[in-house]
């Protein structure tokens, strides 16, 4: 069966640190990686994708991920975060079957809180 | 163009009271979708549309049912709502052009039952 397992629930972190939010996936066909972010009360937005090319892919709000194939994970990175980034972060993977739907399933959110 | 949207945006339902919550695009997608979202467990699939015509089952199916009436609109019916179903409905859309992919969200629908 497909699954996603974003690592931790909460990630607690300090305005201007580093953070990595994990995920891993498992795979037995090809994928495509999405990463969405959800502020409070709001639907879900678009951080990054990968879908082929560059393992490293970077996306919106100085947020990049990089696609590791031997360990199945495509863990969310960020340099310097900000109180802003303070939201629920979402991992969602699609396996493509041939012939048939492509399921996308998500992991279940890491809590981002970043204290001043 | 609005993207996707969905009505209502709340809802509260006593057990056993039916609801239809609506989702329609205007970008002419194929594939639309309905998710539940509780906390904990991120967006499971309930149901979703290849195409006009067809859905077919997602993860946590029961207690659902669905319409897609034509390309535009995906309807999702709770027939006799269960307490168990309190959460918030999204519905989104994918574009599919060659390899490139695009996922669009709605606002949510939160439901309540009582």
């Known amino acids: 069966a497909q699954s996603v397992t974003q690592l931790d629930s909460q990630v607690p972190v300090f305005e201007e640190a580093p953070v990595e939010l994990r995920c891993n996936y498992s795979?037995?066909?090809?994928?495509?990686l999405f990463w969405y972010v959800q502020y409070p009360n709001q639907g879900l937005q678009l951080l990054l994708k990968y879908l082929s090319g560059s393992t490293l892919v970077k996306g919106i709000n100085g947020f990049e991920a990089e696609f590791n194939k031997s360990q199945t994970s495509f863990h969310l990175r960020k340099p310097s975060v900000h109180i802003s980034d303070t939201a629920e972060y979402f991992c969602a993977v699609r396996y493509l079957f041939s012939g048939g739907y492509n399921k996308l399933i998500f992991g279940a959110g890491t809590r981002l809180a970043v204290h001043p | 163009n609005a993207g996707v949207t969905q009505t209502p945006k709340f809802q509260v339902l006593k057990t056993g009271q039916s609801m239809t919550l609506q989702c329609a695009q205007d970008m002419n997608h194929n594939s639309m979708y309905w998710y539940r979202q509780d906390p904990g467990m991120g967006l499971r699939l309930i149901y979703y549309?290849?195409?006009?015509?067809?859905?077919d089952k997602g993860e946590v199916p029961n207690g659902y049912n669905v319409s897609r009436l034509n390309k535009r609109e995906f309807s999702l019916r709770l027939e006799s709502a269960a307490p168990s179903q309190t959460s918030v409905y999204f519905c989104?859309?994918?574009?599919?052009?060659?390899?490139?992919?695009?996922?669009?969200f709605g606002p949510g629908t939160r439901l309540l039952v009582l």
């Open positions: 795979s037995s066909v090809s994928v495509y």
């Open positions: 549309s290849a195409s006009e015509g067809t859905t």
């Open positions: 989104a859309s994918i574009s599919h052009r060659g390899q490139e992919e695009t996922q669009y």
